[in-house]
């Protein structure tokens, strides 16, 4: 007697991926209509999965080009547009042999999947440290030095040290370690895709704690970058603590 349509639903969404082909052999004499719907989503769905798995390893190809490094990090930074908060800078070393599907650039992400994205690469990293520069230093400094002072910091508190950096599109001053500039690297370099991860996540639970702070400007959903119910804000109530006096002159 044939398994119903229910049934074989069921036979695939417990496989293994790696199972999908006999099962189809096993149904390729039952010529339902649900049965072919079923064998034609569970095909998409591993070709979805196996593009993944090439996307990932095209996004190794700096890291397989650099591999007689022990340890390479991959360094970002996420907020340096914004008109509140501070900048933040990511930096992650993975394993060699790490493999996290769907990590990519976080801007191209969404706050759920970073969030899961997040948690695995915490877990696997050998390494990872991320470090603010709050408006203050902004302010004093301007935002590109205040960034690449989180990003030394932030390379310089790894333990273990990397020998090589991958970042995504300059170079960081004042380091001795090798370093290797990617144009659009937060897209291009899973180290780099990695650290973009965890500096967005990171910064994005702060911005939602100063949310609670001052919930005039909406930090919770603007993150603190120049929407126009932000800029409104501004104007209305004035700055608050954390607003970047150099980014907002032009509002008061």
């Given amino acids: 007697m044939s398994k119903s349509i229910k049934e074989i639903q069921e036979i695939f969404e417990n496989a293994d991926m790696s199972e999908y082909d006999s099962i189809q052999e096993s149904l390729k004499d039952d010529e339902r209509a649900g049965v072919i719907k079923l064998i ?14 090439q996307r990932i390893f095209d996004m190794k190809e700096f890291e397989r080009k650099y ?8 360094i970002d930074e996420v907020g340096r547009g914004p008109l509140a908060g501070p900048v933040c800078a990511g930096a992650v070393i993975l394993p060699k042999d790490a493999e996290i599907l769907y990590v990519n650039d976080s801007k191209k992400l969404s706050g759920k999947k970073r969030e899961e994205l997040y948690k695995e690469i915490t877990d696997q990293a050998i390494a990872y ?10 302010d004093e400094i ?6 690449y002072k989180a ?5 310089n508190e790894l333990n273990p040290q990397p020998d090589l950096l991958l970042i995504d599109a300059v170079h960081i001053p004042e380091l001795e370690v090798k370093q290797v500039s990617i144009i659009k690297g937060d897209a291009k370099s899973f180290s780099i895709a990695a650290a973009s991860i965890v500096a967005k996540v990171e910064r994005d639970h702060l911005m939602e704690k100063y949310d609670e702070l001052y919930p005039e400007y909406g930090f919770a959903g603007n993150k603190g970058y120049g929407s126009k119910e932000h800029i409104e804000a501004i104007k209305k109530y004035g700055p608050c603590p954390i607003h970047r006096r150099t980014f907002i002159k032009n509002f008061l």
């Fill in 151 to 155: 990003m030394r910091q932030a390379v």
């Fill in 129 to 138: 440290k991320t470090v603010f520069m709050n408006q203050e230093v902004i």
């Fill in 40 to 53: 034609m989503k569970y095909n998409k769905k591993k070709k979805a999965f196996e593009d993944e798995v």
């Fill in 67 to 74: 591999s007689d490094y022990q340890y390479i990090c991959g």
């Fill in 142 to 147: 301007n935002i590109l030095q205040a960034t």
